[in-house]
């Protein structure tokens, strides 16, 4: 089989990458890849334990100097986002990516790529496959299911390491040192969808074509989430037409900001249609003109798909609760940090709507670096829930990472960095979840830093990552650990 990416260095990195992307391992499906990583310990006759979820330690002693070194952990996780392009056929549960390059960057074709965090695991092997580097002891740890509320790093024995020092690839910009995170939880509000028979004209709408992207990284840039507008769209119609809800769906991943929604209502008065398309043709233009910058390739949808039909609907009662839910539940950043500039510091993401045969559901991703504005807002989502009719469910609580400033960690990788590169990356955090929080939480004293290559559009079809970027972090990787 033809190698796409064995002509770049380092070499053993991209080979393992290239491996990881020609196995299926979305969050949930990850029991190949982590097949791959034990098999890769069986060969090497090193040191490993994986545990029942699938997570997995492989232990690696010191070179010759460094024996007596304290312990190295270097971190990432074995999951990635599975998302698509609509004209794609691909099952990404049952099949690799296809991968080329292109400007100096690694992609897939119509898929997310997987760099997050693929490149943290190809990264890990090579260096123990690499019996020539100077290095401490090493307790490389591979994670499940972080895309879905770090499962994994939840639920992980730390008593199977002895370092407390800690290197986690699990970032997206070489000129960033990453030294802190939010906390998260992710909220599901669900209600009954009482349905009845009707006669009428059905309007389907659909918005497609947002720009979306990482509900954490780039909630800052305010772009357009598909399942809000929807709820600006249906909201406007509502208010003097009697319409009735059939569905909504939009979206995959709480993480995610939503690109695509699609709602179906029913028209029981069919003289009212012409009216509705105009009104919500206002909208449309109020929303165009506002994310003209941001979404600029929006594109709002609204078609006469049935006539004089009768349909199973929303009665009156859950029409109303479930439109003002979307409308009026809070949405995008709620506050901004007054101690780091620039960094958001609280939001909600509504990453999910779903209509089942019974009941639909909304999912959100609450973040906030301050645990008891985290809580105040998964509390007012469900305030609203409430007054509308739902029920609330919370899950996937995970601690955010406290920022502590001038570790020796930190220092050491700065000087590594700027003996490669000539270039001292900036310190910063980071407004998503990271695992280093589980790991901080859960062992006493440890320094920990989390780094990567250049990704760009991670968790969306246009995922690339930088190849240069990869070659000057492993170099990175390689003169930290000699120098620890």
């Not at 491996?19 to 391992?25: K, N, V």
Request: charged fraction near 25%.
């Amino acid at each position: 089989m033809e190698r796409i990416l064995e002509n770049f260095e380092p070499k053993d990195v991209f080979k393992y990458f290239e491996d990881i992307c020609g196995i299926p391992h979305g969050s949930g499906n990850t029991s190949l890849i982590a097949d791959y990583i034990e098999a890769f310990a069986k060969e090497r006759n090193l040191k490993y334990v994986r545990d029942a979820l699938g997570n997995i330690v492989i232990y690696k002693d010191g070179s010759k100097g460094y024996e007596n070194h304290p312990a190295v952990i270097f971190q990432g996780h074995m999951d990635m986002v599975c998302e698509k392009d609509k004209d794609i056929s691909k099952d990404m549960e049952k099949e690799g990516l296809d991968i080329y390059v292109e400007d100096g960057f690694v992609k897939a074709k119509g898929t997310t790529l997987g760099g997050d965090d693929g490149i943290a695991v190809a990264c890990g092997l090579a260096i123990l496959a690499d019996d020539s580097l100077k290095h401490p002891p090493l307790e490389v740890v591979i994670t499940v299911d972080e895309e879905i509320g770090m499962v994994g790093a939840q639920a992980f024995d730390c008593s199977l390491l002895k370092g407390r020092l800690m290197l986690n690839a699990d970032s997206e910009n070489e000129k960033e040192l990453l030294c802190g995170c939010a906390g998260g939880a992710t909220v599901t509000v669900r209600r009954e969808f009482k349905r009845e028979k009707a006669g009428g004209d059905v309007i389907e709408i659909n918005i497609k074509g947002l720009t979306g992207g990482h509900s954490g990284c780039e909630i800052d840039r305010q772009r357009g989430n598909a399942n809000v507008l929807m709820g600006r769209i249906l909201h406007g119609i509502y208010i003097g037409h009697d319409i009735r809800l059939i569905g909504i769906d939009g979206g995959t991943k709480d993480n995610a900001i939503t690109r695509e929604c699609c709602a179906k209502i029913l028209v029981p008065d069919t003289d009212e249609v012409s009216s509705i398309i105009k009104k919500a043709g206002e909208y449309t233009a109020e929303i165009y003109n506002e994310y003209k910058v941001t979404d600029p390739d929006i594109n709002i949808n609204l078609d006469v798909s049935e006539k004089n039909v009768t349909h199973d609907i929303a009665d009156k009662d859950t029409t109303k609760d479930i439109i003002n839910m979307l409308y009026t539940v809070p949405a995008g950043i709620q506050k901004m940090s007054c101690e780091l500039p620039g960094l958001v510091q609280t939001s909600l993401n509504l990453g999910v709507s779903a209509t089942g045969d019974n009941d639909i559901k909304f999912t959100f991703l609450v973040r906030s670096s301050v645990e008891s504005e985290k809580n105040d807002l998964v509390s007012k989502v469900g305030c609203v829930a409430g007054m509308c009719g739902f029920n609330m469910t919370v899950s996937g609580d995970y601690p955010g990472w406290e920022f502590k400033s001038g570790s020796p960690l930190q220092e050491k990788y700065l000087n590594a960095c700027e003996k490669v590169t000539g270039i001292r990356p900036t310190i910063c955090t980071v407004h998503a979840g990271v695992e280093c929080g589980f790991f901080a939480k859960n062992l006493d004293g440890l320094d920990c830093i989390s780094f990567g290559p250049d990704l760009r559009d991670i968790h969306t079809s246009r995922e690339r990552m930088g190849i240069a970027s990869v070659e000057k972090m492993y170099k990175v990787i390689k003169e930290l650990l000699a120098d620890l």
